[in-house]
């Protein structure tokens, strides 16, 4: 709804909410995945209280129900949820300790409401990977600690190569 509150929500562009909800069972049934892409260039998550963290849960969880997405997308470009402080395997950042238990409680209702697991995929900037190759802080390999306590669970991580810069 804003930078401050961690309520998400989706309207679909140009077609009704149970038009957009044919559509995505369509895609479906031709065996096709749909995500619903968390973040992008724009956008910064700041899950720095349980309070945002616990709004950010229910509201995903609930957008997962409504439309009968597949999964989830993490797009996140900016704000603290993709700052690393700490190591990879112990982060110290609240807002990244929040997002990663987010994630889980997300991943665990999916499971409960669908009875299967969901797709999960990033899509970092460069230097929040392969920028923690040279320094690990801030921006520099933020999404290391993500990458870790999802290792298990990614289907995929689109590293965004063409935001590199020459």
């Given at each position: 709804?804003s930078?401050?509150?961690?309520?998400?929500?989706?309207?679909?562009?140009?077609?009704?909410?149970?038009?957009f909800i044919?559509?995505?069972?369509?895609?479906?049934?031709?065996?096709?995945?749909?995500?619903?892409?968390i973040?992008?260039?724009?956008?910064?998550?700041?899950?720095?209280?349980l309070?945002?963290?616990?709004?950010?849960?229910n509201?995903?969880?609930?957008?997962?129900?409504?439309?009968?997405?597949?999964?989830i997308d993490?797009d996140?470009?900016?704000?603290?949820?993709?700052?690393?402080?700490?190591s990879?395997?112990?982060?110290?950042?609240?807002?990244v300790?929040?997002?990663?238990?987010a994630?889980?409680?997300?991943?665990?209702n999916y499971?409960?409401t669908?009875?299967?697991?969901?797709?999960?995929?990033?899509?970092?900037?460069?230097a929040?990977?392969?920028?923690?190759?040279?320094?690990?802080?801030g921006?520099?390999?933020?999404?290391?600690?993500l990458l870790?306590?999802?290792?298990?669970?990614?289907?995929?991580?689109?590293?965004?190569?063409?935001?590199s810069?020459?």
């Amino acid at each position: 709804n804003s930078p401050s509150d961690m309520n998400m929500n989706f309207m679909p562009d140009g077609v009704s909410q149970s038009t957009f909800i044919s559509q995505v069972q369509t895609l479906q049934s031709q065996g096709k995945k749909v995500l619903l892409s968390i973040g992008g260039a724009n956008t910064s998550i700041s899950l720095n209280n349980l309070t945002n963290r616990d709004v950010f849960v229910n509201s995903m969880s609930s957008l997962m129900t409504t439309y009968g997405f597949d999964g989830i997308d993490i797009d996140i470009e900016h704000g603290n949820s993709i700052l690393a402080a700490g190591s990879i395997t112990n982060p110290t950042s609240v807002d990244v300790i929040n997002l990663i238990a987010a994630i889980n409680q997300i991943k665990t209702n999916y499971y409960t409401t669908f009875n299967r697991n969901m797709m999960l995929t990033f899509a970092p900037e460069t230097a929040y990977v392969h920028g923690g190759m040279s320094a690990f802080g801030g921006i520099w390999g933020g999404y290391l600690p993500l990458l870790d306590a999802f290792r298990n669970d990614l289907d995929y991580v689109h590293v965004q190569l063409y935001n590199s810069g020459s």
